[in-house]
C-alpha cells in the first residue's frame, strides 16, 4: 500500500491535517452561529411595546405584558399574571414607560384623562404625566415617591421597555 515510510507518515500527517481542519471549520459554525443569535435575539428583560406608530406625542397608551421580573421584587406589588406599562410619547421623540403600580402602597394605578394625571386608586395619590408625585410635599425630611420610570429603547420601528427600573435624579 505505502511504498515507504516517508509515504505513510506524509499520509498519516495529511489526514491528521484534514481532522484538524474539519473541527476547525466545525467550530467556526458553531461560534459564528452562537454570535449570529446573540445580534438578533432581543436582550433578556427586554419587552416589546409595540410600533412606534402606536404612539402619539403627549398621549397615554396602557401596554399589558407578561408579568416582569421588577414586580416579583416590589415588596407590595400584586402577584398577577400580566403588568401594565404606561408609555407616553415625548415632543422630543422620546419615549417615558411607567410601572402602572404605585410604589408605595403597591396598588394599580389608572390614568384619569380629565385631571391629566395618574391617580392611584388606594391612597388617591396622584402623579402628573412625568411620573412625578402631585399630590406629597417635599419635606425637611422626605421626599415623596414617583413612580417606577424603566428604560425605553427604539430599535427600527419597534419600542422595547427594559425589565429593570430607570435611575436617575428626578429632582428637577
Not at 24 to 40: E, G
Not at 99 to 112: A, F, H, M, Q, R
Not at 134 to 163: F, K, N
Request: aromatic share 10%; hydrophobic share 40%.
Amino acid at each position: 500500500m505505502y511504498q515507504t515510510e516517508a509515504d505513510f507518515r506524509e499520509e498519516r500527517r495529511r489526514r491528521l491535517l484534514y481532522g484538524f481542519f474539519g473541527v476547525s471549520m466545525f467550530l467556526t459554525v458553531v461560534i459564528c452561529a452562537v454570535l449570529l443569535f446573540l445580534v438578533l435575539a432581543p436582550p433578556q428583560g427586554q419587552r416589546r411595546l409595540g410600533s412606534v406608530s402606536q404612539f402619539a406625542v403627549g398621549e397615554v397608551v396602557a401596554v399589558p405584558v407578561k408579568r416582569l421580573e421588577l414586580t416579583k421584587v416590589l415588596p407590595k406589588a400584586p402577584n398577577w399574571s400580566e403588568d401594565i406599562i404606561y408609555v407616553v410619547k415625548q415632543p422630543n421623540e422620546g419615549y417615558q414607560a411607567f410601572l402602572s403600580l404605585d410604589p408605595v402602597t403597591g396598588c394599580k394605578l389608572n390614568w384619569n384623562n380629565e385631571l391629566q394625571r395618574f391617580v392611584d386608586g388606594c391612597s388617591q395619590t396622584r402623579y402628573m404625566l412625568s411620573g412625578r408625585n402631585a399630590t406629597d410635599a417635599t419635606t425637611l425630611v422626605s421626599t415623596p415617591q414617583h413612580m417606577i420610570e424603566m428604560p425605553v429603547e427604539v430599535q427600527g420601528s419597534d419600542v422595547y421597555v427594559m425589565d429593570r427600573m430607570l435611575r436617575r435624579d428626578r429632582q428637577q
